[in-house]
């Protein structure tokens, strides 16, 4: 419709008028995006310019920004930075535990052998193993081939371990099938790092927020001029595809053979081939490139420390803990003022059952950082194995309390709680309800730390619940022959009834006379006792059970065994009364006592807290036998490692 004019004549709009102002309006937006795109080009172009002249420093600008330019952890700067930059999302901070590597996913079987042990048998250790429950018989990854299974595995060998708060073994170590009580415990071993993001934090930077922990540098001058070519094959690792990372990684090193981060690279890329592949030899192959990047000229310090951490770490778990050792001395030579440096040596020491090593290193520690948590609880771990009961205390107590990396442990929730209750202390049971609240023991009662989750848990048993019927109804049956037998070798002072040597007792007398360990025979104790080995050679619950032994028990008048557990939750142990007095000797687990009987069969399951008192007038002989727990499937008798 037209328009009035003031004089109120109609106008018409023309035509040609309203075309000049479109015309006019559509060239102005025209004109606006080409500044647009204009602008863009140049900043595009400018960013270009910046990269591939390399303008800017970029650790300086992360520096600036607070060490977030890879706020997200995937390797580069991109969107999700940004937005952490700007708040809409939070930082993703990567915290090395001074146990597990960051890219460990799987686990090895770790296997211990010990020495015969005491009548309920050891304690959880004061080896230093790594603590891990049986997840599944069949999570078997890489073996531990070079360790020998006839050395005591698994124990700091704390010259006499502690089973109650020693036991005799000496482990290899790190990944591991087992898994305790309910969640694995840490090992205290070197945390080694394995990508570019993280590093792990020593004792006084914990103090620090952990957003200002600073990025390791890993590129020297010229890694940083092929760094898109290094971070295009890492990108290929950290999606999980091996095989392509490795090869990318193999051009690398050829093109650039003085390129330490390529090799560093080439390394990680063969370590996580060797997990997928189960290959020892494809783990040496890492281990000797982890040493090659080390010793290239210019590896920057960052590179160094974290390709010869995760060196030490993957030879210890070949079982070559010499090696491991060597290596760590070298790391701690080059990174004097690393304290977690020397507490991953204390450790090494430790299995190599050097405690007097181990105890200096610990001592230097905590002269020049007195509260270091990890420090104070394998110290006190190492008193305790000394028998220094008291003295061990406050540090075992204080380093679990400070709550840093590697002290959440069973084993120092357990001889804790032991050290406690041996000086009358009734707050051992908080301990051991706080290591059970943690996830290190199946209950209060119950503290082995080897366990398989799931098993059938009560502290006495009957022959028909267990369903070895068979093997008790023979025992008891032939309990004349076995008693004659064990008196000939008693009586004969052939010194074949060795000490109870795992510290044990509070005072008194304890002898053993063993047939069977680990499910090995010993051939030359059989000689003296044909008949009883005779039975039992029918019954492979019995003397199939690496878990456990087969052997006599003579205990004086006037004996007490502390309270204590035993190591693992696969075995329930049977004590067959030859010799026992009318009054005076009992046995107590959990909160019910009983006493033997002679010529009959008492069951428990030695996973639980157990004591035993001999105020007889005479001597009290018994027989013991360990059978598999009978929920464990043929499959698991096979593959778990001996205890």
Avoid at 59 to 85: H, M, N, P, Y
Avoid at 121 to 134: A, C, I, Q, R
Avoid at 247 to 273: I, T, W
Avoid at 501 to 519: A, I
Wanted: proline letters at 6%.
């Amino acid at each position: 419709m037209g328009e009035t004019s003031v004089d109120g004549a109609k106008m018409t709009e023309s035509p040609v008028v309203n075309t000049a102002v479109k015309s006019d309006k559509k060239a102005n937006r025209n004109s606006l995006f080409s500044w647009i795109l204009v602008l863009a080009l140049l900043g595009a172009w400018l960013s270009v310019g910046v990269v591939w002249f390399d303008i800017v420093d970029y650790d300086s600008v992360a520096g600036t920004l607070g060490g977030v330019i890879d706020a997200d952890g995937d390797g580069d700067f991109d969107v999700e930075d940004a937005k952490v930059l700007l708040g809409l999302t939070e930082k993703l901070v990567l915290v090395a535990s001074t146990q597990q590597s960051l890219d460990e996913t799987g686990s090895s079987k770790e296997q211990k052998a010990e020495s015969p042990t005491a009548e309920s048998e050891k304690e959880p250790e004061t080896s230093f193993k790594s603590v891990n429950e049986e997840l599944d018989a069949e999570t078997i990854l890489v073996e531990n081939k070079d360790l020998p299974h006839s050395s005591p595995v698994s124990t700091l060998n704390v010259e006499h371990t502690l089973e109650s708060t020693t036991e005799k073994s000496t482990p290899p170590i790190q990944i591991q099938p087992e898994t305790p009580a309910t969640q694995p415990v840490s090992e205290p071993l070197s945390t080694l790092e394995t990508t570019e993001l993280s590093e792990e934090p020593t004792p006084e930077s914990k103090t620090e927020p952990e957003a200002k922990k600073k990025k390791p540098k890993l590129l020297n001058k010229f890694d940083k001029t092929i760094k898109s070519e290094i971070n295009a094959a890492e990108k290929l690792r950290k999606k999980g595809k091996v095989e392509e990372s490795l090869h990318a990684f193999e051009a690398l090193v050829q093109k650039f053979p003085h390129s330490p981060r390529s090799r560093y690279g080439k390394a990680q890329a063969e370590d996580d081939m060797a997990e997928k592949m189960r290959s020892n030899d494809m783990l040496l192959k890492a281990v000797n490139t982890y040493k090659e990047a080390a010793e290239l000229p210019d590896a920057p310090p960052d590179l160094i420390r974290a390709t010869l951490k995760r060196r030490a770490d993957r030879q210890q778990f070949l079982g070559h803990t010499r090696g491991s050792l060597a290596t760590l001395e070298k790391l701690v030579q080059i990174f004097p003022e690393d304290v977690s440096l020397k507490n991953d040596l204390g450790v090494a020491h430790l299995l190599m059952g050097d405690n007097k090593s181990a105890k200096r290193i610990y001592e230097e520690v905590l002269a020049a950082v007195p509260n270091n948590g990890f420090a104070k609880v394998h110290y006190g771990f190492i008193l305790k194995s000394e028998n220094k009961i008291a003295e061990s205390i406050p540090y075992l107590r204080e380093g679990l309390e400070s709550g840093e990396p590697g002290t959440d442990d069973g084993r120092f929730y357990f001889h804790l709680g032991d050290a406690l209750q041996r000086t009358g202390d009734k707050s051992a049971y908080d301990w051991y309800e706080a290591g059970h609240q943690r996830g290190h023991f199946a209950s209060v009662w119950q503290r082995s730390l080897y366990n398989v989750p799931g098993l059938r848990a009560q502290p006495w048993w009957t022959a028909k619940e267990t369903g070895y019927t068979d093997l008790v109804k023979m025992l008891e049956r032939n309990w004349l022959t076995i008693r004659d037998e064990a008196l000939s070798v008693l009586d004969s002072n052939s010194g074949q009834f060795l000490p109870e040597d795992e510290n044990l007792r509070e005072k008194g007398d304890w002898g053993q006379f063993t047939l069977w360990q680990q499910g090995r025979k010993a051939a030359a104790s059989c000689l003296s006792v044909p008949k009883t080995c005779a039975l039992l050679e029918r019954y492979p619950e019995a003397t199939s059970c690496k878990r456990g032994q087969i052997k006599f028990s003579v205990m004086q008048p006037g004996t007490h065994v502390w309270p204590h557990t035993g190591p693992t939750n696969c075995r329930l142990r049977m004590h067959l009364g030859l010799i026992i007095p009318p009054k005076g000797c009992k046995i107590r687990c959990t909160n019910q006592t009983r006493e033997w009987k002679e010529g009959k069969v008492l069951i428990f399951d030695d996973s639980f807290e157990h004591e035993v008192w001999q105020e007889a007038e005479s001597y009290r002989l018994i027989f013991i036998v360990d059978v598999w727990h009978p929920q464990l499937t043929q499959l698991q008798r096979q593959n778990l490692s001996p205890i």
